[in-house]
């Protein structure tokens, strides 16, 4: 018999707590490709970011029993997910001897309460990683990111092929995701990008 999906979240996370693989495995799927996202924006790597998603939830089994006590399992997921990508990144860093500057000291906890002087300067930062971009990479973004426009939709409003937007927005994505390490410790950079998935 398979799991019924109409379970709340917080009935979820009590099942996981008490040991139900199926209500684990409902998590999983309902987060996986989030934070496999985010992991390969940030390391660009399939391998990294499959083992960033085995080992956040690896650790959550791990931990299931304490899930009870969690308040706001998406601040708890993105902790976990922010370790373990400063993890991941530091090692590549190491291994091709990489300077990122900004990546050195980066806190590892983050207030869930962020004054408005940081939004306006992580928003100040991103919009700056934008404009930057050549033209038709800023209008894919625009038009995908921001607007919310399907891969195939931006393709018909640019006159493009899909498989060009596609082009056009791992590029922009991945001189954004430069722009902002150089500027931002993770812990912001991964606020950006939780804020555009």
């Not at 990294?48 to 899930?67: A, C, G, H, N, Y």
């Not at 998406?74 to 291994?95: D, E, G, P, Q, S």
């Not at 091709?96 to 000291?105: H, I």
Request: with cysteine; charged share 25%.
């Amino acid at each position: 018999m398979s799991f019924q999906p109409e379970y709340p979240e917080i009935d979820l996370l009590k099942l996981v707590a008490e040991g139900d693989r199926n209500a684990f495995t409902q998590i999983y799927n309902n987060y996986r490709n989030k934070i496999y996202s985010i992991a390969y924006e940030l390391t660009e790597s399939t391998g990294v970011s499959e083992e960033i998603v085995q080992d956040v939830f690896l650790k959550i089994w791990v931990k299931r029993e304490t899930l009870n006590e969690v308040e706001h399992f998406k601040a708890y997921l993105f902790t976990i997910t922010r370790n373990y990508v400063f993890a991941a990144l530091k090692k590549i860093a190491r291994r091709e001897s990489l300077e990122v500057s900004a990546m050195e000291g980066a806190p590892l906890y983050h207030h869930d309460t962020e004054d408005q002087v940081q939004n306006n300067e992580y928003t100040r930062i991103l919009q700056a990683a934008i404009d930057r971009l050549p033209e038709q990479q800023k209008q894919v973004y625009n038009l995908v990111k921001k607007e919310g426009l399907k891969r195939e939709e931006a393709a018909a409003a640019l006159q493009l092929s899909p498989e060009t937007v596609k082009t056009h927005l791992a590029a922009a994505m991945r001189s954004i995701r430069t722009y902002c390490l150089t500027r931002l410790d993770v812990t912001i950079a991964l606020i950006i990008l939780m804020r555009h998935y």
